[in-house]
């Protein structure tokens, strides 16, 4: 409940043992974009939820049909189709010479789409006029994918990428407290008593009226650490090592955790870790400036939207040009080894710091650069989802998140660092897939975004979707009850946009927009018109 009422004042003792889990707890967009995403979408998943689990077994005419490998009879190969186009040019001796027919071409798709659908109410509005970004390719196929062996040659190479240089230390001998520490924060404790303030962290009462915080309990707590701290720290060098290690308790873990000293001063954490839906998660982030300046542990990253606190970034204000931070990361990737990545979209990033008030302060701005991989020319579409949700807090399922690699980087270099669960690529399933006609997407986008909104029009002013993209790609989708570490990459089309909200709660009105430019609103399989939820994966 501490930690869940804000941030505390003094970072030591148990909190400095708790940093650890806040510097690496760097989710896509970081911690206060995904607390804000996930808010916003509680009552939509609600429903979507719903009808991607509980009509798993329904009429082949409905939307929503069985996902993974329930699902792969849908995945029939194309017929035929006549690749010859006639070409009316007066200068063409041929009037049947062969011309190169895309999937554009099949599909019948436009290159910008425009509609606007309501529900009966009024207060649901999707404006839709967007751009139809199409591979250029001529057929597209659904592959197998299995996460890549988390092996020790891939970890030595990403340590060396980054901290070849550097005196790489173990987070529990870097943050361990000295009875010195111990004792400054046991004074201070006791001085907030001696004065009457039993809640020097203003994290309030509870429902009863008493301190949430409970001073007395931690002094306890520190005189007891006292007794066992050491006089003096003692520095222990480590690196990640892959398998699974032995741990103090006797359990096994696949995790190491540490602290990165460069030679120009700079700080750096480091973690990596197998676990949860995590095949192999790798988080980077610089906690100290090249003078030895630490940062506040609550600094985030997170792209820069309409909502964000601060003034939009430009290549002035960042003081490094978009084709020098491209450099600069592909230099790293190289380093890496990642050569099945490449480079697929940027946004201009903000460095915000959480105050003690809750309030957010700019520290500073970036870029957001993001890799994906592509395959025969069609890549995995970029979005903001990681995929791996488990359908309830009770689930038992073993999950899988999806393939990221993603670097804020601003003037001083790369700031911080994501990279997880790399794929395997496997064998075609089928070669040339049978799609829908991008007309009848269309008609299924725009009756669905009604249909996933419409609980959340009970309790809502107005929502107004403004879509201006409309993106057909890859995306992994697989079945976690029966097999949570195979997927199959299949054609999606995803919309995004931005969306505006206004309601009323506990009788104050507000005002919400969400624009991130990887939110993708609704994903469609392009196979067989039903919605995957990305949160999810299938």
Known sequence: KIMEAGRPRRACGRFGVMKDAILVDINRKENLFNMRKNINKIVGLTLCIGMLTGCAHTPESSLVKPKGSKAEDAYTEAEGVDMVKEDSSENTKDKNTAVRTTIRDLLNAPETYKSQTTDDSAKLVVNTDATVEIPDVEKISAISVTPAEVTQDLLDRITDAFFSEAKLYTSDSYYTQTKDEIKKTLDELKEDVANGNLDPYNYGTDEDGNYIYDIYGEIE??????????????????????????????????????????????????????????????????????????????????????????????????GISLDEAKKMVQEKVDKMGITDLQFSDWSYALCNNLEEDNSLSNLGSGYAIYYTRTINGIPITQTMADGGALEDMDSTMETWSYESLYFFVDKDGIESMSYSNPYTIGETKTENLNLL??????????????????????????????????????????????????????????????????????????????????????TINAVDGSIIDRDLGY
Do not use: C
């Open 221 to 318: 707590m520190y005189e007891q650490e006292y007794e066992s701290a050491p006089e003096t720290k003692t520095l222990v060098e480590g690196r990640p090592v892959a398998g699974s290690q032995e741990a103090e308790n006797g359990t096994a873990e696949n995790e190491f955790s540490g602290v990165a000293q460069m030679p120009d001063g700079s700080e750096y954490f480091y973690k990596t870790s197998s676990s949860g839906s995590d095949t192999l998660s790798v988080k980077i982030r610089k906690t100290a400036k090249s003078s030895g300046e630490k940062l506040p542990a609550d600094t985030t990253w997170s792209e820069y939207t309409s909502f964000s606190e601060g003034e939009k970034p430009t290549e002035e204000s960042i």
């Open 437 to 522: 006609p991008f007309s009848e997407i269309m008609k299924t986008y725009e009756k669905m975004m009604v249909v996933t909104n419409a609980d959340n029009m009970e309790y809502e002013k107005s929502r107004v979707y403004d879509i201006d993209r409309i993106v057909l790609g890859y995306a992994r989708i697989y079945e976690p009850s029966t097999d949570p570490h195979t997927g199959l990459l299949v054609p999606v089309w995803d919309f995004f946009g931005s969306r505006k909200v206004e309601g009323d709660y506990d009788g104050n009105s507000y005002s919400d927009i969400t624009d991130y430019p990887s939110w993708s609103f609704l």
